[in-house]
Protein backbone atom coordinates (compact mmCIF):
# COMPACT_ATOMS: atom_id res chain seq x y z
CA UNK A 1 0.00 0.00 0.00
CA UNK A 2 1.68 3.36 -0.98
CA UNK A 3 1.82 5.94 1.56
CA UNK A 4 0.89 9.31 0.81
CA UNK A 5 2.68 12.38 2.15
CA UNK A 6 1.91 16.28 2.39
CA UNK A 7 4.71 17.79 3.42
CA UNK A 8 9.07 16.97 3.37
CA UNK A 9 8.71 16.00 7.33
CA UNK A 10 6.61 13.46 6.81
CA UNK A 11 8.17 11.72 3.86
CA UNK A 12 11.89 12.01 5.82
CA UNK A 13 10.26 10.48 9.23
CA UNK A 14 9.03 7.43 7.04
CA UNK A 15 11.87 7.01 4.80
CA UNK A 16 14.26 7.21 7.87
CA UNK A 17 12.31 5.24 9.97
CA UNK A 18 12.33 1.89 7.83
CA UNK A 19 15.99 2.85 7.17
CA UNK A 20 16.93 2.66 10.77
CA UNK A 21 15.22 -0.91 11.16
CA UNK A 22 17.02 -2.16 8.08
CA UNK A 23 19.88 -1.09 9.17
CA UNK A 24 19.06 -2.93 12.49
CA UNK A 25 18.44 -5.66 10.50
CA UNK A 26 21.91 -5.03 8.74
CA UNK A 27 23.99 -4.98 11.44
CA UNK A 28 22.26 -8.53 13.06
CA UNK A 29 22.05 -10.13 9.67
CA UNK A 30 26.15 -9.13 8.11
CA UNK A 31 27.35 -10.70 11.34
CA UNK A 32 26.02 -13.76 10.92
CA UNK A 33 26.66 -14.18 7.50
CA UNK A 34 30.57 -13.42 8.18
CA UNK A 35 29.89 -16.45 10.95
CA UNK A 36 28.56 -18.35 8.41
CA UNK A 37 31.47 -17.34 5.64
CA UNK A 38 34.19 -18.28 8.96
CA UNK A 39 32.37 -21.02 10.11
CA UNK A 40 35.32 -23.97 8.95
CA UNK A 41 38.30 -21.71 8.80
CA UNK A 42 40.97 -22.91 11.23
CA UNK A 43 40.26 -21.36 14.60
CA UNK A 44 43.77 -19.37 15.70
CA UNK A 45 44.84 -18.75 19.11
CA UNK A 46 45.21 -14.81 20.03
CA UNK A 47 46.13 -15.18 23.04
CA UNK B 1 63.77 -14.07 -23.47
CA UNK B 2 61.70 -16.41 -24.54
CA UNK B 3 60.59 -17.42 -28.25
CA UNK B 4 56.84 -16.83 -28.71
CA UNK B 5 56.67 -18.99 -31.96
CA UNK B 6 58.91 -22.34 -31.70
CA UNK B 7 60.85 -23.74 -34.79
CA UNK B 8 58.14 -25.69 -36.41
CA UNK B 9 55.37 -24.39 -35.09
CA UNK B 10 52.62 -22.23 -37.29
CA UNK B 11 51.26 -18.51 -36.68
CA UNK B 12 48.12 -19.73 -38.49
CA UNK B 13 46.60 -21.02 -35.20
CA UNK B 14 42.55 -20.92 -34.66
CA UNK B 15 42.94 -18.20 -32.33
CA UNK B 16 45.10 -16.26 -34.75
CA UNK B 17 43.10 -16.48 -37.37
CA UNK B 18 39.68 -15.92 -35.99
CA UNK B 19 41.51 -12.98 -33.80
CA UNK B 20 42.99 -11.66 -37.33
CA UNK B 21 39.77 -11.51 -38.80
CA UNK B 22 38.13 -9.44 -35.86
CA UNK B 23 41.13 -7.12 -36.38
CA UNK B 24 40.76 -6.40 -39.83
CA UNK B 25 37.14 -5.92 -39.00
CA UNK B 26 37.81 -3.97 -36.50
CA UNK B 27 40.26 -1.95 -38.35
CA UNK B 28 37.55 -0.96 -41.67
CA UNK B 29 35.24 0.15 -39.09
CA UNK B 30 38.06 2.47 -37.41
CA UNK B 31 38.19 4.32 -40.57
CA UNK B 32 34.77 4.22 -41.37
CA UNK B 33 34.49 6.25 -37.83
CA UNK B 34 37.01 8.77 -38.16
CA UNK B 35 36.70 9.35 -41.93
CA UNK B 36 32.68 9.41 -42.10
CA UNK B 37 31.72 10.53 -38.35
CA UNK B 38 30.12 8.75 -35.68
CA UNK B 39 26.79 8.99 -37.39
CA UNK B 40 27.93 6.71 -40.02
CA UNK B 41 28.87 3.57 -37.57
CA UNK B 42 26.59 4.20 -34.20
CA UNK B 43 22.76 4.49 -33.32
CA UNK B 44 23.21 7.39 -31.74
CA UNK B 45 21.52 10.41 -31.45
CA UNK B 46 20.42 13.89 -29.28
CA UNK B 47 18.32 11.37 -27.28
CA UNK B 48 21.01 8.53 -26.94
CA UNK B 49 24.31 10.11 -27.11
CA UNK B 50 26.06 7.57 -24.49
CA UNK B 51 25.55 3.82 -26.44
CA UNK B 52 28.06 0.61 -25.46
CA UNK B 53 31.09 2.58 -26.40
CA UNK B 54 30.50 4.13 -22.75
CA UNK B 55 28.46 1.64 -21.35
CA UNK B 56 30.32 -1.57 -21.68
CA UNK B 57 33.67 -0.74 -22.92
CA UNK B 58 34.15 2.30 -20.57
CA UNK B 59 32.30 1.53 -17.64
CA UNK B 60 32.39 -2.31 -17.60
CA UNK B 61 36.12 -1.71 -18.68
CA UNK B 62 36.98 0.14 -15.54
CA UNK B 63 34.63 -1.59 -13.18
CA UNK B 64 36.15 -5.10 -14.31
CA UNK B 65 39.88 -3.33 -14.10
CA UNK B 66 39.26 -2.92 -10.18
CA UNK B 67 41.40 -5.97 -9.90
CA UNK B 68 44.39 -4.04 -9.95
CA UNK B 69 43.93 -1.66 -7.01
CA UNK B 70 41.63 -3.95 -5.11
CA UNK B 71 45.14 -6.73 -5.30
CA UNK B 72 47.57 -3.81 -4.50
CA UNK B 73 45.70 -2.83 -1.59
CA UNK B 74 44.65 -6.50 -0.17
CA UNK B 75 49.05 -7.65 -0.91
CA UNK B 76 50.22 -4.01 0.23
CA UNK B 77 48.38 -2.09 2.53
CA UNK B 78 47.04 -5.26 4.22
CA UNK B 79 49.94 -6.89 4.43
CA UNK B 80 48.02 -10.04 2.90
CA UNK B 81 51.71 -11.32 0.84
CA UNK B 82 49.71 -14.53 0.34
CA UNK B 83 47.98 -12.94 -2.62
CA UNK B 84 51.26 -11.40 -4.15
CA UNK B 85 51.04 -14.28 -7.45
CA UNK B 86 47.99 -12.31 -8.59
CA UNK B 87 49.72 -8.33 -8.04
CA UNK B 88 51.28 -8.88 -11.42
CA UNK B 89 48.36 -10.18 -13.54
CA UNK B 90 45.57 -8.18 -11.99
CA UNK B 91 47.95 -4.92 -13.01
CA UNK B 92 48.76 -5.96 -16.48
CA UNK B 93 44.17 -6.52 -17.07
CA UNK B 94 43.84 -3.22 -14.94
CA UNK B 95 46.55 -1.53 -17.36
CA UNK B 96 45.39 -3.11 -20.66
CA UNK B 97 41.51 -2.25 -19.37
CA UNK B 98 42.02 1.57 -18.76
CA UNK B 99 44.17 1.58 -22.36
CA UNK B 100 41.54 -0.09 -23.54
CA UNK B 101 38.60 2.49 -22.32
CA UNK B 102 40.62 5.50 -23.16
CA UNK B 103 41.04 3.97 -26.69
CA UNK B 104 37.21 3.17 -27.14
CA UNK B 105 36.77 6.75 -25.27
CA UNK B 106 38.59 8.20 -29.06
CA UNK B 107 35.84 6.41 -31.12
CA UNK B 108 32.89 7.87 -28.79
CA UNK B 109 34.40 11.37 -28.37
CA UNK B 110 36.39 11.87 -31.52
CA UNK B 111 39.25 14.10 -32.43
CA UNK B 112 42.28 12.33 -30.39
CA UNK B 113 44.51 15.11 -31.48
CA UNK B 114 42.29 16.66 -29.00
CA UNK B 115 42.70 14.21 -26.09
CA UNK B 116 44.86 16.61 -23.57
CA UNK B 117 42.75 19.12 -23.98
CA UNK B 118 40.76 18.43 -20.82
CA UNK B 119 43.92 18.35 -18.65
CA UNK B 120 46.00 20.52 -20.22
CA UNK B 121 43.85 23.64 -21.73
CA UNK B 122 40.47 23.48 -20.63
CA UNK B 123 39.91 22.22 -17.07
CA UNK B 124 35.97 21.61 -16.35
CA UNK B 125 36.69 21.39 -12.58
CA UNK B 126 33.16 21.23 -11.74
CA UNK B 127 32.22 18.61 -14.01
CA UNK B 128 32.80 15.00 -12.62
CA UNK B 129 33.66 14.17 -16.07
CA UNK B 130 36.70 16.32 -15.82
CA UNK B 131 37.55 14.34 -12.20
CA UNK B 132 37.10 11.45 -14.10
CA UNK B 133 39.56 12.25 -16.92
CA UNK B 134 42.32 13.27 -14.65
CA UNK B 135 41.46 10.06 -12.61
CA UNK B 136 41.86 7.67 -15.73
CA UNK B 137 45.22 9.95 -17.59
CA UNK B 138 46.86 9.82 -13.70
CA UNK B 139 45.74 6.30 -13.11
CA UNK B 140 46.72 4.90 -16.73
CA UNK B 141 50.22 6.33 -15.86
CA UNK B 142 50.05 5.04 -12.65
CA UNK B 143 49.43 1.60 -13.82
CA UNK B 144 52.41 1.84 -16.68
CA UNK B 145 54.84 2.55 -13.84
CA UNK B 146 53.14 -0.12 -11.41
CA UNK B 147 53.73 -2.54 -14.77
CA UNK B 148 57.56 -1.07 -15.31
CA UNK B 149 59.23 -3.35 -13.14
CA UNK B 150 57.52 -6.38 -15.14
CA UNK B 151 59.07 -5.03 -18.66
CA UNK B 152 62.37 -3.66 -17.19
CA UNK B 153 62.95 -7.37 -15.83
CA UNK B 154 62.27 -8.86 -19.25
CA UNK B 155 64.63 -6.58 -21.15
CA UNK B 156 67.33 -6.45 -18.44
CA UNK B 157 67.42 -3.29 -17.22
CA UNK B 158 68.38 -4.02 -13.74
CA UNK B 159 68.88 0.14 -12.85
CA UNK B 160 65.68 0.89 -13.90
CA UNK B 161 64.49 -1.66 -12.27
CA UNK B 162 65.88 -0.89 -9.11
CA UNK B 163 64.89 2.66 -9.15
CA UNK B 164 61.03 1.56 -9.81
CA UNK B 165 61.29 -1.04 -7.21
CA UNK B 166 62.09 1.77 -4.39
CA UNK B 167 59.07 4.16 -5.12
CA UNK B 168 56.62 1.42 -5.45
CA UNK B 169 54.56 1.61 -2.52
CA UNK B 170 54.09 5.77 -3.77
CA UNK B 171 52.59 4.44 -6.71
CA UNK B 172 50.64 1.64 -4.74
CA UNK B 173 48.66 4.13 -2.70
CA UNK B 174 48.27 6.78 -5.02
CA UNK B 175 46.92 4.05 -7.55
CA UNK B 176 44.48 2.81 -4.58
CA UNK B 177 43.17 6.38 -3.94
CA UNK B 178 42.87 7.30 -7.63
CA UNK B 179 40.54 4.57 -8.16
CA UNK B 180 38.47 5.16 -4.95
CA UNK B 181 38.03 8.24 -6.72
CA UNK B 182 37.16 7.68 -10.65
CA UNK B 183 35.16 4.31 -9.38
CA UNK B 184 32.69 6.32 -7.23
CA UNK B 185 32.40 9.12 -9.46
CA UNK B 186 30.95 7.19 -12.91
CA UNK B 187 27.89 6.25 -10.94
CA UNK B 188 28.09 10.13 -9.11
CA UNK B 189 27.97 10.52 -13.12
CA UNK B 190 24.25 9.93 -13.14
CA UNK B 191 23.42 11.78 -10.17
CA UNK B 192 22.14 14.59 -12.64
CA UNK B 193 19.72 12.62 -14.47
CA UNK B 194 17.03 11.68 -12.02
CA UNK B 195 13.70 12.14 -14.88
CA UNK B 196 16.01 9.51 -17.02
CA UNK B 197 17.32 6.99 -15.07
CA UNK B 198 14.96 4.79 -13.59
CA UNK B 199 14.40 5.37 -9.42
CA UNK B 200 15.83 1.89 -9.10
CA UNK B 201 18.74 2.29 -9.90
CA UNK B 202 19.12 5.97 -9.49
CA UNK B 203 19.67 6.87 -5.96
CA UNK B 204 21.71 9.56 -3.90
CA UNK B 205 24.04 6.38 -3.06
CA UNK B 206 24.91 5.28 -6.63
CA UNK B 207 28.57 6.59 -6.25
CA UNK B 208 28.79 4.09 -3.58
CA UNK B 209 27.27 1.39 -5.25
CA UNK B 210 30.06 1.95 -7.95
CA UNK B 211 32.48 1.82 -5.57
CA UNK B 212 31.47 -0.86 -3.40
CA UNK B 213 30.76 -3.08 -6.96
CA UNK B 214 33.86 -2.21 -8.47
CA UNK B 215 35.68 -3.78 -5.52
CA UNK B 216 34.03 -7.63 -5.73
CA UNK B 217 33.91 -6.84 -9.53
CA UNK B 218 37.50 -6.29 -8.85
CA UNK B 219 38.14 -9.28 -6.97
CA UNK B 220 35.92 -11.96 -9.66
CA UNK B 221 37.82 -11.04 -12.46
CA UNK B 222 41.30 -11.98 -10.70
CA UNK B 223 39.80 -15.21 -9.63
CA UNK B 224 37.86 -15.37 -13.19
CA UNK B 225 41.22 -14.18 -15.46
CA UNK B 226 43.54 -17.17 -13.39
CA UNK B 227 41.25 -19.63 -14.37
CA UNK B 228 41.31 -18.58 -18.42
CA UNK B 229 45.03 -18.34 -18.37
CA UNK B 230 45.33 -21.56 -16.31
CA UNK B 231 43.22 -23.49 -19.08
CA UNK B 232 44.87 -21.42 -22.61
CA UNK B 233 48.16 -20.24 -21.01
CA UNK B 234 49.35 -22.68 -18.73
CA UNK B 235 52.78 -23.47 -19.77
CA UNK B 236 53.58 -19.66 -18.68
CA UNK B 237 52.28 -20.30 -15.01
CA UNK B 238 55.16 -21.48 -12.79
CA UNK B 239 54.34 -23.93 -9.90
CA UNK B 240 54.49 -21.56 -6.75
CA UNK B 241 51.94 -19.25 -9.29
CA UNK B 242 49.48 -22.13 -9.72
CA UNK B 243 49.69 -23.17 -5.74
CA UNK B 244 48.92 -19.49 -4.22
CA UNK B 245 46.55 -19.12 -6.87
CA UNK B 246 43.90 -21.07 -4.47
CA UNK B 247 44.93 -18.90 -1.89
CA UNK B 248 43.88 -15.89 -4.00
CA UNK B 249 40.61 -17.74 -5.34
CA UNK B 250 39.79 -18.83 -1.30
CA UNK B 251 40.84 -15.36 -0.10
CA UNK B 252 39.20 -13.22 -2.46
CA UNK B 253 35.75 -15.29 -2.81
CA UNK B 254 35.54 -14.78 0.84
CA UNK B 255 35.48 -11.07 0.77
CA UNK B 256 34.02 -10.28 -2.05
CA UNK B 257 30.89 -12.71 -0.83
CA UNK B 258 31.01 -10.37 2.28
CA UNK B 259 31.18 -7.32 0.48
CA UNK B 260 28.06 -8.05 -1.88
CA UNK B 261 25.74 -9.05 1.33
CA UNK B 262 26.67 -5.36 2.10
CA UNK B 263 26.20 -3.93 -1.52
CA UNK B 264 22.68 -5.68 -1.03
CA UNK B 265 22.28 -4.07 2.13
CA UNK B 266 22.68 -0.42 0.49
CA UNK B 267 20.87 -1.62 -2.06
CA UNK B 268 17.54 -2.01 -0.08
CA UNK B 269 18.94 0.92 2.60
CA UNK B 270 18.98 3.09 -1.25
CA UNK B 271 14.93 1.71 -1.89
CA UNK B 272 13.83 2.60 1.47
CA UNK B 273 15.51 6.05 1.89
CA UNK B 274 14.00 7.03 -1.76
CA UNK B 275 10.41 4.97 -1.23
CA UNK B 276 10.76 3.37 -4.06
CA UNK B 277 9.50 0.18 -3.01
CA UNK B 278 6.19 0.85 -5.13
CA UNK B 279 8.69 -0.01 -8.23
CA UNK B 280 9.37 -3.32 -7.00
CA UNK B 281 5.70 -4.48 -8.41
CA UNK B 282 6.44 -3.53 -12.00
CA UNK B 283 8.22 -4.88 -14.63
CA UNK B 284 11.01 -3.03 -13.76
CA UNK B 285 10.94 -4.11 -10.39
CA UNK B 286 11.77 -8.03 -11.88
CA UNK B 287 14.39 -7.12 -13.72
CA UNK B 288 16.12 -5.29 -10.47
CA UNK B 289 15.29 -8.04 -8.51
CA UNK B 290 16.38 -10.36 -11.34
CA UNK B 291 19.88 -8.27 -11.40
CA UNK B 292 19.83 -8.46 -7.29
CA UNK B 293 18.75 -11.57 -6.60
CA UNK B 294 20.46 -13.40 -9.61
CA UNK B 295 23.54 -11.85 -10.00
CA UNK B 296 24.73 -10.48 -6.37
CA UNK B 297 22.60 -12.19 -4.16
CA UNK B 298 22.86 -16.04 -5.28
CA UNK B 299 26.94 -15.58 -6.28
CA UNK B 300 27.22 -14.19 -2.80
CA UNK B 301 26.16 -17.36 -1.42
CA UNK B 302 27.65 -19.85 -4.35
CA UNK B 303 31.02 -17.96 -3.06
CA UNK B 304 30.16 -18.73 0.59
CA UNK B 305 29.49 -22.16 -0.02
CA UNK B 306 32.75 -21.81 -1.91
CA UNK B 307 34.50 -20.99 0.91
CA UNK B 308 33.39 -22.88 3.17
CA UNK B 309 33.76 -26.11 1.75
CA UNK B 310 37.34 -24.80 -0.07
CA UNK B 311 35.74 -25.65 -3.36
CA UNK B 312 37.91 -23.65 -5.85
CA UNK B 313 36.13 -25.10 -8.69
CA UNK B 314 32.82 -23.60 -7.72
CA UNK B 315 34.68 -20.08 -6.78
CA UNK B 316 35.81 -19.77 -10.35
CA UNK B 317 33.11 -20.95 -11.85
CA UNK B 318 30.75 -17.99 -9.30
CA UNK B 319 33.57 -15.68 -10.43
CA UNK B 320 32.08 -15.51 -13.98
CA UNK B 321 28.55 -15.47 -12.20
CA UNK B 322 29.79 -12.15 -10.58
CA UNK B 323 31.43 -10.95 -13.61
CA UNK B 324 28.49 -11.00 -15.52
CA UNK B 325 26.49 -9.19 -12.65
CA UNK B 326 28.27 -5.99 -12.97
CA UNK B 327 28.33 -6.01 -16.65
CA UNK B 328 24.70 -5.99 -16.41
CA UNK B 329 24.35 -4.03 -13.97
CA UNK B 330 27.01 -1.33 -15.64
CA UNK B 331 24.63 -2.03 -18.96
CA UNK B 332 21.04 -1.30 -17.07
CA UNK B 333 22.27 1.61 -15.69
CA UNK B 334 23.59 3.35 -19.14
CA UNK B 335 21.32 1.96 -20.92
CA UNK B 336 18.62 -0.61 -20.57
CA UNK B 337 17.05 1.39 -17.55
CA UNK B 338 17.88 4.98 -19.00
CA UNK B 339 15.96 6.66 -20.96
CA UNK B 340 13.10 4.33 -19.66
CA UNK B 341 10.15 6.37 -20.05
CA UNK B 342 10.59 6.94 -23.82
CA UNK B 343 8.90 4.32 -26.16
CA UNK B 344 10.50 2.04 -27.68
CA UNK B 345 11.06 3.20 -31.27
CA UNK B 346 13.27 6.14 -29.48
CA UNK B 347 15.10 4.00 -27.39
CA UNK B 348 18.70 2.79 -28.35
CA UNK B 349 19.63 -0.25 -29.60
CA UNK B 350 23.42 -0.57 -30.78
CA UNK B 351 24.50 -1.12 -34.28
CA UNK B 352 25.80 -3.93 -36.18
CA UNK B 353 29.40 -1.76 -36.20
CA UNK B 354 28.63 -0.68 -32.61
CA UNK B 355 29.24 -3.97 -31.50
CA UNK B 356 32.06 -5.13 -33.65
CA UNK B 357 33.59 -2.27 -32.74
CA UNK B 358 33.57 -3.42 -29.15
CA UNK B 359 34.26 -6.82 -30.14
CA UNK B 360 37.72 -5.43 -31.45
CA UNK B 361 38.44 -3.84 -28.90
CA UNK B 362 38.67 -6.43 -26.38
CA UNK B 363 39.87 -9.12 -28.97
CA UNK B 364 42.65 -6.28 -28.91
CA UNK B 365 43.19 -6.80 -25.97
CA UNK B 366 43.13 -10.46 -25.43
CA UNK B 367 46.02 -10.55 -28.20
CA UNK B 368 47.98 -7.67 -26.15
CA UNK B 369 47.74 -9.54 -22.72
CA UNK B 370 48.91 -13.11 -24.37
CA UNK B 371 52.08 -11.16 -26.68
CA UNK B 372 52.86 -9.62 -23.04
CA UNK B 373 52.48 -13.16 -20.92
CA UNK B 374 53.87 -15.46 -22.94
CA UNK B 375 57.19 -13.15 -22.89
CA UNK B 376 57.10 -11.32 -20.06
CA UNK B 377 57.39 -12.67 -16.42
CA UNK B 378 53.94 -11.73 -15.45
CA UNK B 379 52.33 -15.27 -14.50
CA UNK B 380 55.77 -17.25 -13.47
CA UNK B 381 58.81 -15.46 -11.38
CA UNK B 382 62.12 -13.79 -13.27
CA UNK B 383 65.12 -15.89 -12.45
CA UNK B 384 67.36 -12.71 -11.32
CA UNK B 385 64.52 -12.10 -8.67
CA UNK B 386 63.66 -14.81 -6.89
CA UNK B 387 61.70 -13.46 -3.96
CA UNK B 388 60.45 -10.39 -5.55
CA UNK B 389 57.54 -10.40 -7.92
CA UNK B 390 56.48 -6.74 -8.07
Known amino acids: METDFFTLQEFMTHTKAIAYLLIGVALVALPLFWLFLTGRDDKKKTY | ?390
Not at chain 2, 128 to 144: D, G, K, P, Q, S
Not at chain 2, 172 to 189: D, P, R, Y
Not at chain 2, 242 to 255: D, H, P, Q, Y
Request: proline share 4%; hydrophobic share 55%.
Open chain 2, 1 to 390: MNQAVPPGKTLLTPFNIISGIILLIGGIITILRFTQGIGAVTNLDDTNPWGIWIGFDLLCGVALAAGGYVTCAACYIFGLKKFRCAVRPAILTAFLGYALVVLALHYDVGRPWRLPFPIFVSQGTSSILFEVALCVFLYLTVLLLEFSPVVFEWLNWKGARYLIGKVSMVLVIFGIILSTLHQSSLGALFLIAPSKLHPLWHSGYIAVYFFISSIFAGMSMVIAEHMLVARFLHDKIDAEHNIESNTVALGFAKAAAFLMAGYVMIQIIGIAMDNDWKYLGTGWGLWYLTEIVGFVVLPAGFYAVGVRERNVKLIRWTSFWVVSGIVLNRLNVSLVAFNWQLPLDQRYFPSFMEIMTTVFIITLGVVIYKFIVVRMPVLHGHPDYPDDHH
